[in-house]
């Protein structure tokens, strides 16, 4: 696709004239105030270690005669240092797209200076472009690096580089907030009427100022006028962004504005329109020879397809087809793109591919044995969550197959060992996907067939001075997933070597695992627990802990304030029940309260429930989350709820000896 | 602090293509046994042309056995500016040794090697990305790198990674008669084999059958069980300088040849230097005052460009700049006192908290970071030169108690950095506490650190309230936990200390049932740390030693009496001690908590004692005391 525009370009010999705004520039270069260079605090925010005063991005469109249109972006940036640890921000890098091919990414512009104050006077200290290191990140990706000079606690930086690149259809995301706080960031762009770029706004803060509007500029030697359009957006007192447990990817949270190309109507050309819709970019995908001309080609997967029996059942063949590609596929630990970068037929014949590819032929196979299959895009959790009112390629990097079968859903991911058909792994729950096909495109949600979920059986006796256990824990979906890969990787002595440490007081004297490799049942684990050594229960008095295994005992909400929303991605259920046997001799003392804590619409519950049954107590715990995704404003609610698990854990259970 | 010196990573070594049979059941069991790798041939072939460039030919077969085994996905190829590297090549072979596939030239990759912590350096990386889908599989790979500059010989660590089979493992020096070498070995099996080839010899060692080692806990340096093999030079050249390594003093010779006329600063400079430390009352001061200057002008900035991976920049550079790397900055440091008459020593060191210490027997260059000693009567002054908060004189773990090369004006001396002894590194805490009837406690919680512990708290001071609200609470994991009000008081004395006081009350502290309460009494300071319950075979380091104090005194609510009180615990042992006791006194119940660490190695025979004294701390440290309600 990208090709195909940049021949485009050719068609246009137009010479944009420069225009200039309105609006004064934010900032100009080496015009540092005597306000910010006395400035030894940042009031919003008095820790910050250094601010960024000014971050003013330009982007300019204009017009070449050797290489057609080229795309201008200017970066100037002020930052106040602050602290020592502010010293940091004096190291800089940015990147640019290195083709090989001549089409390069360059900077045509580049200035950096540091202003200090020596004796009340401001002393600038420069450096040059031959002081840019350039690193060769990989084939196509080169860094520019640069470090400012004489920067101390009290400096003001300041750079501005431009960057001239030849894929004027492709526009860097700007930034509005970064790792510290920022007073200004402002954006400017022009838009000859011939490009309509879709702007999309992310983060979590607000611009002061957003304008557009338009302005003409006349063509060399022609009376004949233009149209600009013209943007610009002001962001002001801007927090520092950091990044909190229970978020997707920073990249969804941060102040942020996106460019999409949607069409280009250049005179004498004619109109194009570029993923306009989600069915426009289904139906595109589908012709596409990377993506759904790949699907119905036979034979990709001969051998394969030969051992599926044509008079099985829909179900058997989707699993008999789901098993053969994980077995013989080799995930290579990629997401890759969402097209494929080899035939289908390499991959197939190399065993290996990215997850979209390797997804891609489970949906050619099972079509190939004559069940209604399809691909859904998606974008997993570490990409970022997808603005379903933006139709974009980039929304997703990945694909995941979905089968049909009574008309239900079966969502598959064959790169991982342990899923099932109907389980994806936590990275892909990620919001909906996009599922597409020759005629229609249909968003599903991103669901796994089953909860997240424990239970455990636990009976424990006192007999000898000694109180020993019989533990039984099953478990299921993404918990089992978890568990069943890392018994792969560690190997199952290891595994429970590792469990034995974390309880290290424990005497476990027998440790069996079932079902680790039969994803189709739960996980088992029984676990014979010999002595708690912990655990006095010799004198006229027993203390038991009111929960007697290894539960969670810090609450994972402990910070004071939450910034972004909290997303537990998946449901989750863990059950565990105590059957506790009253030792001869002894009567119960005291039981802990009962107690049930739900959070408002169910969203989350916790319930303590304990009982005397003749010469036995009885315990069931269960703690619930429904609702996987909570507001900042919500917060309060689910540390409170946490501590409330956790006080219970804390009471004991107090059997008294019979005089 | 930043590590420095671009040490030339050698490590990577070697296997062979040949005739063998890459079938995994010719594998010996107990080579499989624990394994996630098995190397049937790992080969190095090192050919000194002459004092300064070398050829090195590496050549490896090594059987992945499953998916989680990762660590040879990519095969990577280091090399610097001015070297090259040829044949890059690589197959891989099925579980019964059938040929699958070669890599292509297209899938080799040829970008910059840039260490995290640079702005840049010059180096390369060629390197591919190589697998298979179906376990186990055999990779065989070799490649040919031209060599210049030979400071470093290779090293040879036989079995390299834990849960490694190795079935042969080899290097073979060739060098020719008139020039020298030197190398030391760690536990290996086999002697060195010589051939002698005329004009040149070929010193071959070979290792074979190496069962996996797992990795272990507390695990002392790798030279105590690991087999390796270094080789260094005797004559060397290095970026066009020639210098011999046969002791320290010749080799800290070399260095000082490097450095030579690199401190020189303006007449100017050296006016306002002196001018700065002319009421200075002894040299001392001098170098407080222009240890001040230094860390207020400049900042840490890494670039190692060819021999300025061994070179500082010039202090002149330095000065203009205001930046530089750990050798720029020390050199630096060392001009700055040099113009105001003091004397000291730049000191290279293998920088690294846990980092094991040179071989301080085998002159060769084994550091990676640049310091500065000012030679005094008693107790010489050692400066951390890239950091512009450390304490004045304070090393702290990144460089303490270990060798050091100094560079003076006769050479190389190898000295030793100080220690911190565990009476300084103390941890001191006292928390008052009170309890309501509803379980929940106010109180405060003043703590010192002082020493090394310090840098439990280290940087702490400058960070934003949330950040330390946060820190605080990661540390302090009492559930229910807040934190009313808190305050730290760093003091950057040459034995640094920070004070912490804490305003807290904890929801939910004690829980309260009908008649009872729960109290779990030492919750600021919890040792759970168990090792594994094995049997060992190698002897095992504690790398810190310190000395932790804590008292707690809690006010019980009126109307309840103690029902049970954990027993006072007293454990005295070669590793250190642990001491509580529990005193009370009307409604004051006082906890004190003594527990000390002592530094050593340990052989394996004491490693059951040593659970067992870290079991019974984590047990007497989980204890509760229970409160009843009088009648």
Redesign the interface.
């Known amino acids: 696709m990208t090709r195909e525009i940049s021949s485009l370009a050719l068609f246009i010999f137009l010479i944009f004239s420069t225009l200039s705004y309105s609006q004064k520039d934010p900032i100009k270069f080496g015009k540092v105030s005597d306000e910010e260079m006395k400035m030894t605090i940042y009031d919003k ?1 008095t ?3 250094a601010v960024v005063l000014v971050n003013y991005g330009t982007i300019n469109f204009f017009y070449l005669d050797q290489s057609g249109f080229n795309l201008d972006l200017t970066v100037h940036k002020r930052i106040k240092i602050l ?3 502010g ?1 940091d921000q ?2 800089v890098n940015f990147t640019l797209y290195d083709s090989k091919s001549g089409d390069d990414e360059d900077v045509i512009s580049f200035k950096a200076q540091t202003y200090n104050l020596e004796n009340g006077k401001q002393v600038i ?1 420069k450096i040059s472009k031959k002081e840019v ?1 350039t ?5 196509n990706v080169i860094s520019k ?3 400012l ?5 009290g400096s003001v930086i300041e750079y501005e580089y431009t960057i001239r690149s030849p894929y004027f259809w492709s526009i860097d995301p700007w930034y509005f907030q970064d790792e510290i706080p920022t007073i200004t960031s402002e954006l400017r762009i022009k838009i000859p009427q011939y490009f309509t770029f879709k702007k999309v706004f992310g983060g979590y803060v607000t611009p002061s100022i957003s304008e557009d509007g338009a302005s003409s500029a006349m063509f060399p030697g022609s009376t004949e006028s233009y149209t600009i359009e013209t943007y610009r957006w002001v962001y002001q007192d801007i927090p520092a962004f ?1 990044v909190e447990e229970y978020i997707t990817t920073p990249n969804d949270y941060l102040a942020k504005v996106e460019f999409e190309l949607q069409s280009t109507q250049v005179p004498g050309v004619e109109y194009k329109n570029y993923l306009t819709t989600w069915e426009k970019l289904g139906k595109d995908l589908m012709e596409s020879d990377n993506f759904g001309k790949a699907l119905d080609r036979h034979g990709m997967v001969k051998e394969l397809t030969d051992l599926i029996n044509p008079n099985d059942s829909v179900e058997k063949k989707i699993e008999m087809a789901y098993n053969l590609i994980r077995q ?3 995930w ?2 990629t997401y890759g793109r969402i097209f494929i970068d080899n035939s289908l037929k390499s991959v197939s014949t ?3 591919g990215s997850m979209a590819e390797v997804n891609l032929l489970l949906v050619n196979l099972l079509r190939s044995v004559g069940v209604e299959a399809y691909p859904v895009l998606i974008s997993s959790r570490s990409h970022g969550r997808i603005n379903q009112f933006y139709p974009r390629i980039n929304s997703f990097n990945t694909v995941v197959a979905l089968a049909k079968v009574k008309g239900k859903n079966v969502l598959m991911d064959a790169t991982i ?1 342990y899923l099932k058909p109907g389980q994806l792994t936590f990275n892909s729950l990620n919001g909906k996907g996009l599922m597409v096909s020759k005629d229609r495109v249909e968003w599903v949600p991103l669901l796994s067939s089953e909860q997240y979920s424990s239970a455990s059986m636990v009976t424990v006796e006192i007999k000898d001075a000694k109180i020993s256990a019989k533990l039984v824990r099953s478990t299921k979906s993404l918990e089992a997933l978890a568990k069943r890969q890392k018994i ?2 560690d ?1 199952r002595e290891k595994y429970i ?1 590792n469990y ?2 974390k309880n ?2 424990w005497e476990i004297s027998d440790y069996t695992i079932e079902n680790d490799n039969n994803s189709n049942e739960s996980l088992l684990e029984k676990i014979t627990i010999d002595n708690f ?2 655990i006095d229960v010799s ?1 006229d ?1 027993i ?1 038991l802990p009111s929960v007697l295994t290894d539960e969670v ?3 994972p909400f ?4 939450r910034e972004y929303p909290i997303d537990f991605t998946v449901p989750r259920v863990e059950k565990t029940i105590f059957n506790i046997a009253i030792p001869e001799g002894y009567l119960v ?5 009962a107690i049930s804590v739900t959070l408002p619409e169910n969203a989350a519950s916790f319930s303590y429930q304990v009982q005397q049954v003749g010469k036995n107590i009885q315990i069931v715990c269960q703690l619930k989350i429904t609702r996987t995704r909570y507001l900042p404003a919500e917060y309060e609610l689910l540390k409170e709820f946490y ?1 409330n698990i ?3 854990y ?3 259970i ?1 059997l008294k000896k019979i005089v | 602090m930043k590590i420095i010196l671009s040490i030339l990573i050698l490590l990577v070594s070697v296997g062979f293509f040949g005739q063998t049979n890459y079938n995994y059941s010719n594998i010996p069991d107990d080579l499989k046994k ?1 394994a996630n790798y098995i190397i049937w041939q790992d080969f190095m072939e090192f050919e000194v042309l002459d004092i300064g460039s070398a050829v090195q030919k590496v050549k490896m077969a090594v059987c992945i056995v ?3 085994s990762k660590k040879f ?1 990519s095969i990577v190829a280091p090399y610097r500016k001015n070297e090259k590297i040829t044949g890059f090549k690589a197959e891989i072979y099925d579980r019964d040794g059938n040929f699958v ?1 070669k890599l292509k030239s297209s899938e080799i ?4 090697s ?1 260490s995290s912590f640079s ?2 350096e010059d180096d390369r990386v060629m390197y591919a ?1 190589f ?4 376990y186990p599989y055999t990779l065989v790979y070799e490649y040919e790198r031209k060599v210049e500059g030979l400071l470093n010989y290779p090293s040879k660590y036989f079995q390299r990674i834990t849960n490694t089979g190795v079935v042969l493992s080899q290097i073979n020096l060739i060098i020719p008669n008139n020039i020298q070498f030197k190398y030391k070995e760690f536990n290996l099996g086999q002697e060195v084999k010589v051939t002698d080839l005329g004009k040149k010899k070929i010193y071959s060692w070979t290792e074979k059958n190496l069962k996996p080692i797992e990795s272990f806990e507390l695990p002392p340096p790798d030279s105590c069980f690991a087999p390796i093999l270094l080789l260094a030079p005797v004559q060397f050249a290095e970026g066009g300088y020639e210098g011999q390594m046969d002791n320290w003093e010749n080799f800290g010779k070399w260095d000082l040849k490097l450095n030579k006329d690199r401190d020189l600063l303006s007449e100017s400079k050296i006016n306002e230097l002196q001018f700065l430390v002319k009421d200075a009352k002894n040299d001392k001061e001098k170098v407080q005052i222009l240890y001040k200057y230094m860390q ?2 400049t ?1 840490y ?1 890494s ?1 190692q460009l060819g021999i300025g991976g061994y070179q500082p920049f010039t202090a002149e550079y330095v000065d ?4 530089g790397d750990c050798k720029a900055l020390s050199n630096y440091m060392f001009s700055l006192l040099k113009a105001v008459g003091v004397k000291s020593n730049y000191a290279l060191i293998l920088a690294g908290s846990g980092e094991d210490d040179i071989a301080a027997d085998f002159p060769s260059s084994q550091f990676n970071h640049a310091i500065l000693c000012i030679p005094q009567l008693k107790d010489s002054i050692w400066l951390e030169c890239t950091s ?2 450390q304490p004045f004189n304070f090393l702290g773990s990144f460089t303490d108690d270990r060798h050091a090369l100094l560079i003076t004006e006769n050479g190389g001396k190898i000295v030793k950095t100080p220690k911190y002894v565990k009476d300084i590194n103390f941890q001191n805490r006292k928390a008052k506490i009170k309890l309501d009837v509803d379980g929940n406690a106010v109180g405060n919680v003043n703590t010192i650190f002082n020493g090394l512990q310090y840098e439990n708290r280290d ?1 702490w001071a ?6 330390q ?2 820190a605080l ?2 540390v302090y ?1 009492v ?3 807040e934190i009313n009000s808190f305050r730290f008081i760093e003091n950057k004395a040459e034995i640094p200390n920070i004070q912490e006081q804490l305003d807290i009350n904890i ?2 502290f ?2 309260v ?4 309460m ?1 109290l ?1 009494i030492n919750v600021f300071n919890e040792s ?1 740390y ?1 090792p ?2 094995e049997e060992r075979t190698h002897p095992f380091e504690l790398r810190s030693e310190f000395i932790d104090s804590d008292t707690v005194q809690i006010e019980i609510p009126d109307g309840y009496s103690i ?2 009180i954990p027993q006072p615990v007293n454990l005295q042992t070669k590793f250190g001690g642990y001491s509580v006791e529990i005193l009370h006194e009307g409604n004051i119940i006082t906890y004190i908590r003594k527990n000390y660490s002592e530094k050593n190695i340990f052989p394996a025979k004491d490693y059951i004692a040593f659970y067992e004294y870290r ?1 019974q701390i ?2 007497a440290d ?1 204890a ?1 005391l ?1 409160l009843v309600k009088k009648f």
């Open positions: 925010d820790s910050a270690s602290t020592k640890e010293l004096a190291n200290s290191f690193e060769q990140k990989s084939e690096n640069f470090a000079t004489n920067v101390k606690v950091k013989n596929m080799k290579d630990d190399k065993k290996q060992a792969a990787s190997g070597e034995k440490k290290s007081s050594n912990n004198g008095l203390y005992e810090e609450n402990s910070s004071e304030k003392d005291e039981l802990p309260k501590k956790i006080a219970k804390g009471e004991q107090v | 624990n499953d998916q989680y996905n596939k990759h040829d970008v910059s840039v702005l840049f990305d697998i298979h889908g179906q207020n002008k900042r900035v670039v203009s700049k205001g930046y512009q908060q940087g400058n960070q934003s309230v949330k950040e609200k946060d609470k990661s994991t559930a229910g936990l929801q939910g004690a829980p049932t009908n008649k009872r729960f779990k759970s168990v594994k319950n029902e049970s079991k984590a047990k989980k509760k229970v």
